[in-house]
Structure formats: C-alpha cells, structure tokens
C-alpha cells in the first residue's frame, strides 16, 4: 500500500519512467519546497497543502505501526505539527518525504515505546485456525489480519523493517532511509523477521499449497 | 512461508483514507501553536550574577569546611585494618565493577530523562 504520491515520486525520480510521472513527481517535489518557502517566510495556511498532499501516507505509515485507526490519526497528527515546528530544520539534501517519513517513523516509535500496540511476544499468539475448505474471502482476511498484527508482537528491532518495508511497496533502500539505517542492516532484520514468522505460522504455507491443489483438481 | 507468501499478506493491504476532520484538526493545531506567543527566554542577564555568588559562596563555604576540618582529621587516628593481599585486591576490583556498574545506571536514568 504504497502511498500514490510517494510512488509516483520514486517511480519517476529513482527509477526513471515515463515524461508525464517525471513531470507529476516533479510537481509534487516543487511545492513542497515552495509550500516550506512559504511557511518559513510566516504564511502559516501554506502548510495546508503539505498536509493535503502526506496525511494519506502519514495515516497509513502510522497504522502499519499501531493497526489501530484513532491511533494511527493521532500520531499522523502529531508527526505533521511536529514536521510543522521542525520545517526549518529540512536542509533538502533529502527528498522532504524522505525527512517526512524519517520523523513520523521517529513519533511512531516513541510512542510504541511508551504504548506498545501488542503485548504478546510472537510466541504467545496463537497460529490462525486452519480454514474450512469453503473458506469465505472474509475468513482468510481474517486470517491474514492475525499474522499482520503478528508483526507488531516482533521484538522492535525486527518490527519496524517489517513495517517500513512493506509501506515502502518492498523498497528496502526507502525503508533503510526512513530508519536512518544501513540498507544491510535492515536486509538482516528483514530477513531475521521473515524467519520468525516462518516459524511462528508454519501452517499457512501448507494451507496454501492444499487450496492450489483443490484449486487444480475442481478445474 | 515462504517469502512470497508473506508479501502475499503482508504487501497487501487496503489504503486508510483520513477521515474528514483530519485536515482542519491538523492545521487547528498549527494555526494555535503559530498564534502563541513565543516562549519567553531565559533570563540569563539576571540570572548570571546570581549563579556567579552561589559559585562563590559555595566554593568559600568549601575552602572554610575543609581548613577547620582538615586539622581536627588529622588528629584522628584509625586502628590499622589488616587484609591478606588476596582479600583485598578482588575486593578493590569488585570495587571498580560496582563503581562503573553505579556510572552507568546514572548515565542511563540521566539519558533517559534528558530524552523525555
């Protein structure tokens, strides 16, 4: 669930694509350095428009953190007042999403600290039921909801590489940028992650295969 | 699970949009902070040569303390405690262990504090 705009901004700025992204990525980079320009000279209702353009990306951010929506606003909310106070300390040697990010990731972080979103360790939460063979799409989403929140009971250092590099649409350069970590370090967690919760959910790879090959014998 | 399973779950997942109020609560919020008064600086103009006699008393008040009590010390005479060299030494090494143990906790409650 990559935010559109922030995609639109990596598609056409690191990858390189078509003339109309490069021109909307370029719109988008444009104001939001004219919209700091202009809250930095003191026109306070410039910041309406950097809030229009990132509280879909912020909201979403933060409910990957927490998966709770009243949450999640609130330290979206908070994230943007604090870019808001914090706008001249955006040097544009980074993108402004790339710092945007950094610091909400920063909010979300602190707050899980003091909060955190699971209190189970992964080994307490119980792997999903095995599903029926009419499994209903509700019923496997369901099931799918278990073992996202599964990730929120990781230990923290292999959480939040979970978390950012799934918002990032599996970019582990922007998830590494986000944490201001080493794009190594963050491969390790990632892959320190996946393997405990491997082991934690053993079954829904099983299940997988066993719906394919129903699948394949009803056709 | 193979990785291709979890991206299968995990990637995909439908997008939150705001709800209606987030907007206009998020600029209530700058629009107030933009419209309070800048907070006050500290006064350090008045405040510096207070700190300047509160140095000097204290450092007169240490001088005073350690000249009328370093004679009366010195009169003092410990019994001499004798310690096998074996004994002492792990004890002056637990010593520093407790020392540096003591150092860091207090440099981790002081980080913790300054961070909050």
């Not at chain 1, 909307?24 to 202009?38: L, Y």
């Not at chain 1, 330290?75 to 402004?96: K, P």
């Not at chain 1, 295969?209 to 014998?217: C, D, H, L, N």
Request: with cysteine.
């Amino acid at each position: 669930m990559q935010p559109a705009l922030e995609s639109c901004c990596r598609t056409a700025l690191e990858v390189g694509m078509s003339t109309t992204a490069q021109n909307a990525a370029g719109n988008v980079v444009d104001a939001d350095a004219a919209d700091v320009s202009r809250v930095l000279a003191g026109d306070v209702n410039a910041f309406e428009g950097i809030v229009r353009r990132w509280q879909g990306p912020m909201v979403n951010m933060a409910w990957r953190y927490c998966r709770d929506r009243a949450r999640a606003e609130d330290l979206a909310q908070e994230a943007l007042v604090r870019a808001w106070r914090g706008l001249a300390t955006w040097r544009q040697e980074s993108s402004f999403s790339t710092w945007l990010f950094a610091l909400a990731a920063n909010v979300c972080r602190n707050d899980l600290k003091r909060f955190p979103a699971v209190n189970l360790p992964i080994e307490k939460i119980a792997e999903p039921a095995r599903a029926a063979d009419q499994q209903t799409k509700a019923e496997e989403r369901s099931r799918y909801e278990v073992v996202r929140r599964a990730v929120l009971a990781l230990p923290r250092r292999y959480r939040e590489p979970v978390v950012l590099f799934y918002f990032h649409e599996k970019d582990v350069a922007a998830a590494a940028r986000t944490m201001g970590l080493p794009e190594g370090t963050v491969k390790a967690r990632l892959s320190r992650a996946r393997e405990l919760l491997r082991r934690r959910f053993p079954g829904l790879e099983k299940e997988r295969a066993g719906i394919k090959m129903r699948e394949e014998a009803g056709a | 699970m193979t990785d291709e399973r979890m991206d299968e779950i995990l990637g995909a997942e439908d997008e939150l949009v705001p709800s209606s109020g987030f907007l206009a609560s998020v600029m209530e919020r700058v629009r107030k902070e933009a419209a309070a008064p800048p907070p006050i600086p500290f006064p350090w103009k008045r405040a510096v040569p207070g700190i300047v006699v509160a140095t000097g008393v204290f450092g007169w008040s240490a001088v005073e303390f350690a000249r009328r009590i370093g004679p009366a010390m010195g009169s003092v005479t410990l019994p001499p405690v004798q310690l096998s060299a074996a004994l002492v030494r792990p004890l002056e090494q637990a010593g520093w262990v407790v020392a540096a143990c003591a150092l860091s906790i207090a440099t981790w409650l002081l980080s913790r504090r300054l961070a909050r």
